[in-house]
């Protein structure tokens, strides 16, 4: 094998490679939206049903003393979520308690 060979399955390797890593990334970022989409659904459920979700009492203790950023923070930490989404659903809990 001369060395234009070798480059050649060198880069081959390393095209593969890239390619499957490439498809596992696909994968898992599409498996989080899905994930992510469920989670707003099981919220949704949840607040119209009027069901307390766990953990829930805690951030509304924060949301009750006028602690926004420490019941989103508490949120987070419970369910895993990204800002964004813990911040719609804190709102939400805040609107459902002005509802009554």
Same mark, same amino acid.
């Given at each position: 094998m001369d060395s234009w060979?070798?480059?050649l399955l060198v880069i081959a390797t390393i095209g593969s490679l890239a390619a499957?890593? !490439?498809a596992w990334v696909q994968e898992r970022r599409s498996s989080t939206v899905q994930l992510e989409a469920v989670q707003r659904k099981?919220?949704?459920?949840?607040e119209h049903l009027g #069901?307390?979700?766990? !953990? &829930?009492?805690?951030?509304?203790?924060?949301l009750e003393q006028g602690r926004t950023v &420490?019941? #989103?923070?508490?949120?987070?930490?419970q369910? !895993?979520? !990204?800002?964004?989404e813990a911040k719609q659903a804190v709102d939400r809990m805040a609107d459902r308690r002005t509802r009554g």
């Open positions: 060979e070798a480059a499957a890593a !490439g099981l919220d949704l459920i949840i #069901i307390a979700a766990p !953990g &829930e009492a805690e951030v509304i203790e924060h &420490e019941a #989103i923070r508490t949120y987070r930490k369910n !895993g979520v !990204g800002l964004v």
